[in-house]
């Protein structure tokens, strides 16, 4: 079955500096992929559609500038929080389609 | 139009019962309808899904009911276990090809 692993698990930053999270699709290639944030016992929001070797897609409201995502290979899409504050913090989550929307595990950040 | 109407927020089952979860969708384009269940701290994990082709497919314990004319479709979990306490997600999309857009989420807790 499709894999997606997601990196790290959790992540504590102070505030004003950057965090990585890392979404790789195991056995398979996606030229896609789609990251979410979800806040305490709400749904999935999609942030931003990542597509393979070019610029990402942001929903209306996710700031690009301050939610950089980078999809440079077929199994490889980054998310990078900069200038990280308190209100960021939440559970990020990314997804790929293979057969279906496979999730990873998700990426919880506290933003002290 | 992009919408995902999800009910009921909440659900409390004993176990060895039926637990009804009900969403509705807007956009006549979307015609890939799945389900997910999600535990504390992960990421969703997909139960069964439908295309509009069928009104009802089955999957163990689970089954998705759609109705396309009301644009409607549920998720009927049978003999429902303590094991199945989590948040289910309704989705809806274009197959293959756009973002997955999400109910709002049910808390089912089954009691024994």
């Known amino acids: 079955g499709a894999v997606v692993s997601q990196h790290p698990s959790w992540v504590i930053c102070k505030s004003g500096t950057s965090v990585k999270i890392e979404c790789r699709s195991l056995d398979f290639q996606a030229t896609t992929m789609f990251w979410y944030r979800q806040f305490p016992k709400q749904s999935l929001m999609l942030m931003a559609t990542?597509?393979?070797?070019?610029?990402?897609?942001?929903e209306q409201g996710v700031e690009k500038d301050k939610f950089l995502i980078n999809h440079a290979s077929l199994t490889l899409s980054t998310l990078t929080v900069t200038s990280a504050h308190p209100e960021d913090s939440s559970f990020y989550i990314c997804?790929?389609?293979?057969?279906?929307?496979?999730f990873g595990s998700g990426t919880r950040l506290t933003v002290v | 139009q992009q919408q995902v109407k999800q009910s009921p927020q909440s659900l409390i089952v004993q176990k060895g019962g039926i637990s009804i979860i009900n969403c509705a969708y807007e956009?006549?384009?979307?015609?890939?309808f799945p389900w997910y269940q999600q535990f504390p701290g992960k990421g969703p994990a997909l139960l069964i899904a439908?295309?509009?082709?069928?009104s009802e497919k089955k999957e163990g314990r689970f089954t998705i009911s759609f109705n396309k004319s009301a644009k409607q479709f549920s998720l009927h979990i049978m003999d429902s276990q303590p094991g199945d306490s989590a948040t289910y997600f309704c989705?809806?999309?274009?197959?293959?090809?756009?973002?997955?857009?999400f109910g709002t989420g049910t808390r089912l807790q089954v009691f024994p």
């Open positions: 989705a809806a999309s274009k197959y293959n090809t756009d973002k997955l857009i």
């Open positions: 439908i295309r509009p082709d069928v």
């Open positions: 990542s597509n393979e070797g070019s610029k990402a897609t942001y």
């Open positions: 956009n006549t384009a979307f015609d890939y």
């Open positions: 997804s790929a389609w293979k057969h279906g929307y496979t």
